[in-house]
């Protein structure tokens, strides 16, 4: 019993620090930057996952409540380079390409948010993900100093879904590691002024 309390408490952990933060585009507050995570690329373009990350930023653009958006995602290797995709996304559904800056080295949620303050100098916004990895979002931007609420990007509860459940519990401990000891992201680089120029 003490072993399975012990493996819990991250993720017990993640769901307190992102408290009541988690909300829809009709009530999260007005924040300067929508945060979209990579969740992956078909052939390409983005997966259906990443697709609703999207459009629930999109959403969040056309209702007045960002004014930019910083996705933020992989780009390892020449012929994989998710912000780019993303970003062709939100262009042909109206956001504009000027109010949308790219984050290629956001290889995991702590990269992506430690860059966000550290590099673009996000100190408030709203996150974009599926339900089930918000809460972490939440509460590793919130370590990295970033004042952060959340929307979650509707999906079927499929099979895909209920892995990430599970997914999630494995990854709180990660998480609350990335939290606790702050490491730098796998690469901080200079800082931009990307995040800046799109809010002007």
């Known amino acids: 019993m003490v072993v399975c309390v012990l493996a819990l408490l991250p993720a017990t952990w993640l769901r307190l620090a992102s408290g009541d933060r988690v909300r829809t585009v009709a009530d999260v507050p007005r924040a300067p930057v929508a945060v979209v995570f990579g969740a992956g690329l078909w052939d390409g373009e983005p997966s259906p996952y990443l697709a609703h990350r999207l459009d629930a930023a999109a959403g969040l653009y056309d209702a007045g409540r960002v004014r930019a958006i910083l996705v933020t995602g992989d780009n390892s290797t020449h012929d994989y380079d998710e912000p780019d995709a993303m970003r062709r996304y939100l262009t042909a ?3 504009p390409a000027r109010k949308i800056v790219s984050d290629y080295a956001g290889f995991d949620t702590w990269d992506s948010c430690s860059r966000a303050r550290r590099v673009f100098g996000v100190e408030r916004a709203v996150l974009v993900s599926q339900g089930f990895h918000l809460r972490r ?3 590793l931007c919130g370590a990295a100093g970033i004042d952060a609420y959340g929307v979650g990007a509707t999906d079927p509860h499929d ?15 990660k998480a609350a590691a990335d939290a606790a000891l702050r490491p730098d992201p796998h690469f901080l680089g200079p800082k931009e002024d990307g995040v800046a120029r799109a809010l002007r």
């Open 159 to 173: 099979a895909t879904w209920y892995y990430g459940g599970v997914r999630e519990i494995l990854a709180a401990g």
């Open 93 to 95: 559904r109206g956001v």
């Open 137 to 139: 979002a939440l509460a």
